[in-house]
């Protein structure tokens, strides 16, 4: 359990503040019923006493004491109702005690009550005390210059047992009240958090190639929306800068374009020129090899700051992977032929794949490129489309230079050269990986290279098979 979650402590807190409301009720409904229960003890017995010394004690004041303890007999019946009855004359002598009651719960010979010069007269009120689970009351009372103490009592065992039972109720409604609170608690702070765990899921979608996607709309009328409205405001900045700087890299490939090719075409011209000497020729021939590449950068930025703006996979158009590999390798095979590379495809059955076919032949030209580009003569590249496991596979395997384990993880970032490769050969920008993976990824695809430096190299692209392929 993590404390720190806001889950956890809201949960907590609800629980604890539903818990405190039970606790202060309950002991508020305790004690209400404890003073109810006893006060009415303390009046019915205030009664009885009252009886006793207007209506019972001066009739028998001068008459004999059996007569007063049949009289007291026949209205208590202490002993059947378990009530304790003690009358002393001038404090010594005892003129009546209830027998033992029926319950056995106490014994009327032991009862002690308060001091006797601490009891109060019968005009004052009556007083009580508690001796032994027996709660006894008493006041004294003059008649004819003699004072009498009357004592009446009760044991209180049912009336603790009553309480009892009210604390246990307390107690199991408490555990109960407890686990419903953490129950709805958890249920209401999942509701309330709903609208955040809706902002997260829409947030979660917005990646590079769909900036312009917003958050959940949320209209609750609280800080969530205000997050929401704020959240999506920031995103509207983002967006536009984001779209600025594509536009810029866009226009500025864009602008470089012209110029460059002015320049190269100018170049060519010049370089044809026969009055050149031929150290001017040769130096016109690196200056030309460096605008190709200056251009070949130029086109790769260009085509980057499309891909980024939505180009990736302008068209769903029905490819045929195998024919469309045939086709373009075909047209590169020049490239290969110049340094005596073998190139084998396996490509004979169709596998059909979804995409902007322009942008698939792109993926195809760089990885071919890359393969022979850093394949020495005579070495050898296979190329082969198949479907497997519901998706379609292109493979292009070579054995030429290879990647080390150093390099590998970083082959797909703009720009990004193996140190070997960067000295051996002036051709290449470092933007063609990106490019495919761009690519691959806008067409649902995923990209996999294993090198061993020295060996080879091996590039695997899944995309996802055309559904209609099965009918072909
Ligand atoms: N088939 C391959 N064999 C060896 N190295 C490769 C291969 N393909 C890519 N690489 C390495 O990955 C780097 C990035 O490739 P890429 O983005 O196509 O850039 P470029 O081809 O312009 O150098 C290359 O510079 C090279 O070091
Ligand atoms: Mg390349």
Same mark, same amino acid.
């Given at each position: 359990?993590?404390?720190?979650?806001?889950?956890?402590?809201?949960?907590?807190?609800?629980?604890?503040?539903?818990?405190?409301?039970?606790?202060?009720?309950?002991?508020?409904?305790?004690?209400?019923?404890?003073?109810?229960?006893?006060?009415?003890?303390?009046?019915?017995?205030?009664?009885?006493?009252?009886?006793?010394?207007?209506?019972?004690?001066?009739?028998?004041?001068?008459?004999?004491?059996?007569?007063?303890?049949?009289?007291?007999?026949?209205?208590?019946?202490?002993?059947?109702?378990?009530?304790?009855?003690?009358?002393?004359?001038?404090?010594?002598?005892?003129?009546?005690?209830?027998?033992?009651?029926?319950?056995?719960?106490?014994?009327?010979?032991?009862?002690?009550?308060?001091?006797?010069?601490?009891?109060?007269?019968?005009?004052?009120?009556?007083?009580?005390?508690?001796?032994?689970?027996?709660?006894?009351?008493?006041?004294?009372?003059?008649?004819?210059?003699?004072?009498?103490?009357?004592?009446?009592?009760?044991?209180?065992?049912?009336?603790?047992?009553?309480?009892?039972?009210?604390?246990?109720?307390? /107690?199991?409604? !408490?555990?109960?009240?407890?686990?419903? $609170?953490?129950?709805?608690?958890?249920? %209401?702070?999942? +509701?309330?958090? *709903?609208?955040?765990?809706?902002?997260?899921?829409?947030?979660?979608?917005?990646?590079?190639?769909?900036?312009?996607?917003?958050?959940?709309?949320?209209?609750?009328?609280?800080?969530?929306?205000?997050?929401?409205?704020?959240?999506?405001?920031?995103?509207?900045?983002?967006?536009?800068?984001?779209?600025?700087?594509?536009?810029?890299?866009?226009?500025?490939?864009?602008?470089?374009?012209?110029?460059?090719?002015?320049?190269?075409?100018?170049?060519?011209?010049?370089?044809?020129?026969?009055?050149?000497?031929?150290?001017?020729?040769?130096?016109?021939?690196?200056?030309?090899?460096?605008?190709?590449?200056?251009?070949?950068?130029?086109?790769?930025?260009?085509? /980057?700051?499309? !891909?980024?703006?939505?180009?990736?996979? $302008?068209?769903?158009?029905?490819?045929? %992977?195998?024919? +469309?590999?045939? *086709?373009?390798?075909?047209?590169?095979?020049?490239?290969?032929?110049?340094?005596?590379?073998?190139?084998?495809?396996?490509?004979?059955?169709?596998?059909?794949?979804?995409?902007?076919?322009?942008?698939?032949?792109?993926?195809?030209?760089?990885?071919?490129?890359?393969?022979?580009?850093?394949?020495?003569?005579?070495?050898?590249?296979?190329?082969?489309?198949?479907?497997?496991?519901?998706?379609?596979?292109?493979?292009?395997?070579?054995?030429?230079?290879?990647?080390?384990?150093?390099?590998?993880?970083?082959?797909?970032?703009?720009?990004?050269?193996?140190?070997?490769?960067?000295?051996?050969?002036?051709?290449?920008?470092?933007?063609?990986?990106?490019?495919?993976?761009?690519?691959?990824?806008?067409?649902?695809?995923?990209?996999?290279?294993?090198?061993?430096?020295?060996?080879?190299?091996?590039?695997?692209?899944?995309?996802?098979?055309?559904?209609?392929?099965?009918?072909?």
């Amino acid at each position: 359990m993590n404390v720190h979650s806001i889950y956890t402590r809201l949960i907590f807190g609800y629980t604890l503040l539903v818990v405190s409301a039970f606790i202060i009720f309950g002991t508020y409904t305790y004690q209400s019923l404890q003073t109810h229960l006893y006060a009415e003890i303390y009046s019915t017995f205030s009664r009885r006493i009252d009886h006793i010394r207007h209506d019972v004690l001066p009739s028998f004041d001068k008459k004999n004491i059996s007569g007063l303890s049949a009289q007291l007999e026949q209205i208590f019946s202490p002993e059947d109702s378990n009530r304790f009855i003690k009358i002393l004359k001038e404090g010594k002598e005892v003129v009546y005690l209830s027998g033992p009651p029926q319950d056995r719960s106490f014994s009327p010979g032991s009862i002690s009550f308060i001091p006797y010069h601490l009891v109060s007269n019968c005009e004052q009120g009556v007083s009580s005390n508690l001796y032994d689970n027996v709660l006894v009351f008493g006041c004294k009372t003059e008649l004819n210059s003699v004072t009498y103490l009357i004592e009446m009592g009760v044991p209180i065992v049912e009336t603790k047992r009553v309480l009892q039972q009210f604390v246990i109720t307390l /107690i199991v409604g !408490l555990a109960v009240v407890t686990v419903i $609170a953490i129950i709805a608690g958890g249920f %209401l702070v999942k +509701l309330a958090l *709903s609208p955040v765990e809706a902002i997260r899921a829409s947030a979660e979608k917005i990646t590079y190639g769909n900036v312009s996607q917003r958050l959940a709309e949320i209209n609750t009328g609280d800080p969530i929306e205000h997050l929401s409205k704020t959240l999506n405001q920031m995103l509207d900045r983002l967006d536009q800068s984001y779209q600025n700087a594509s536009r810029f890299s866009s226009d500025a490939s864009h602008e470089l374009r012209t110029p460059l090719a002015i320049i190269r075409s100018d170049l060519e011209t010049l370089q044809k020129d026969k009055s050149l000497n031929f150290e001017t020729h040769d130096r016109l021939g690196s200056i030309l090899e460096e605008i190709e590449r200056l251009s070949a950068i130029v086109e790769s930025l260009l085509s /980057i700051a499309r !891909l980024e703006a939505g180009e990736a996979k $302008a068209k769903n158009e029905v490819i045929n %992977l195998s024919e +469309l590999v045939q *086709s373009t390798i075909e047209q590169m095979q020049l490239l290969a032929d110049e340094k005596n590379i073998s190139v084998a495809i396996n490509a004979s059955s169709p596998v059909l794949i979804g995409g902007d076919v322009a942008r698939i032949r792109q993926v195809i030209v760089n990885l071919f490129d890359n393969a022979v580009k850093y394949t020495p003569q005579f070495g050898k590249v296979v190329v082969s489309v198949f479907a497997e496991a519901g998706a379609a596979v292109l493979v292009l395997k070579d054995n030429g230079v290879g990647i080390s384990a150093d390099a590998l993880p970083y082959i797909f970032e703009r720009f990004y050269r193996a140190d070997k490769v960067r000295s051996s050969t002036s051709q290449g920008t470092g933007l063609g990986l990106y490019i495919v993976r761009t690519i691959c990824q806008a067409h649902g695809g995923v990209i996999d290279v294993q090198s061993i430096e020295g060996q080879g190299t091996q590039v695997k692209i899944e995309l996802p098979l055309q559904k209609s392929a099965a009918s072909v």
